[in-house]
């Protein structure tokens, strides 16, 4: 059987997990926590990065940050994971869906200024399978209107637009190193902050409203309750298992990126007979090989292989039901324009198994078989 995923291990979690324990510090903010942070903040260039329990958490600091408040609006596609929406309605906003590009599967950046309303504070582009969104676009209406910009990078670490990482171009950027990323503490996110006067705010956010994190800097005698806020601070246990995976990010995006090619060259014959879509990346992108999607003719052609590779020992699988046709879309959001695209493109995606220690001789037979789908 090929999983669809296959949470990545690269053989030193271990070690430094047990450090984590001798060291005595296994809850937040210890060793650990600290070298994935100083990771991120010199491999992204963002001026502060702050490890956090998932990226649905660092989203809400996000929110907390922007100072969301009941009535607020938020713009951002359909077609994402629940907390892009979430951190937000949260704080009582709305969520205003604007359709995405058939070919990268992101916002489309050209439909966002008509959704801008007096109400409107952010604008939350997601950075679809680690594929950058148009953020030159995105920051220049931002600018012109005066939101702020919070990128849902949970799939976009070694990623990047234009050259900049992604999750450091808007105001803050969210990252996940849920097990289903390419780098992962099994649950976990980070909060990269681009502009350093919000930083001293979000750590009394992140730490229950105290200044405890001056306190540990030996900047305050003792530590006390400043503001609301809550607790978003993995175990140093957990970063210490993702700091195994940061020192080897190169090689898990570069192992990954191996299979993606692969897939493109081996399904490219379908895509020029016209049988599927493959995916696009934009040359101003650098992706990370997050994912590798096809596109079938429709939702009951998709379902036929989803059963065809299932028989055949291999999972595949579909992603996002769009937000706006969900229940607590209904109730806390609307679309705005036209459903082009986030509906039809949406029950056309198939996502083919991807994940680190996947092996070339099974990308080819993963391939092969989806080919003898459509021999048939
Ligand atoms: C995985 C993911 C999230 C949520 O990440 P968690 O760390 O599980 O909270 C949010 N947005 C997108 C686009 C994701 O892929």
Redesign the pocket.
């Known amino acids: 059987m090929i999983n669809f995923n296959v949470p990545p291990f690269t053989g030193k979690e271990f070690e430094y997990m047990r450090e984590a324990v001798e060291n005595q510090k296994i809850c937040g903010d210890g060793p650990f926590t600290k070298k994935c942070s100083e990771w991120i903040e010199e491999h992204t260039g963002t001026a502060k990065c702050l490890l956090t329990t998932?990226?649905?958490?660092a989203t809400e600091l996000a929110a907390l940050l922007a100072d969301i408040r009941e009535g607020d609006e938020v713009i951002l596609p359909s077609y994402?994971?629940v907390?892009?929406a979430d951190a937000f309605v949260l704080r009582g906003a709305t969520a205003v869906f604007v359709d995405i590009r058939p070919d990268t599967m992101n916002i489309d950046a050209d439909l966002i200024e008509d959704a801008v309303t007096e109400r409107t504070r952010v604008i939350a582009p997601?950075h679809y399978a680690g594929v950058g969104c148009e953020m030159d676009k995105i920051m220049e209406i931002a600018k012109r209107h005066g939101l702020m910009v919070v990128e849902?990078a949970?799939?976009g670490i070694m990623a990047s637009y234009k050259g900049k990482p992604l999750g450091t171009i808007g105001d803050f950027g969210c990252f996940?190193?849920?097990e289903?990323?390419n780098v992962s503490m099994g649950?976990?996110?980070a909060l990269l902050i681009r502009d350093e006067k919000y930083i001293e705010k979000a750590e009394i956010f992140r730490e229950k409203g105290t200044d405890r994190s001056k306190y540990f800097r030996g900047q305050v005698d003792k530590y006390r309750w400043q503001d609301y806020g809550s607790s978003y601070l993995p175990s140093d246990m957990n970063a210490a298992y993702l700091y195994a995976q940061l020192e080897l990010a190169d090689k898990i995006t570069q192992a990954r990126m191996d299979r993606w090619q692969e897939y493109r060259e081996l399904l490219a014959p379908l895509a020029e007979e016209g049988r599927i879509e493959l995916p696009h990346i934009p040359a101003e992108c650098t992706h990370n090989a997050h994912m590798f999607y096809i596109k079938t003719k429709d939702m009951e052609e998709r379902g036929r292989l989803i059963d065809f590779l299932k028989q055949r020992e291999i999972l595949s699988v579909f992603h996002y039901v769009p937000l706006h046709s969900a229940p607590a879309g209904r109730r806390y959001g609307r679309f705005h324009g036209e459903d082009r695209y986030t509906t039809k493109e949406s029950e056309r995606l198939l996502r083919l198994p991807l994940y680190y220690g996947l092996t070339a001789d099974q990308t080819e037979h993963i391939a092969d078989q989806v080919k003898a789908f459509y021999r048939q």
């Open positions: 998932s990226c649905t958490h994402t994971f907390s892009t997601v849902d949970a799939q996940s190193f849920h289903t990323k649950e976990g996110g």
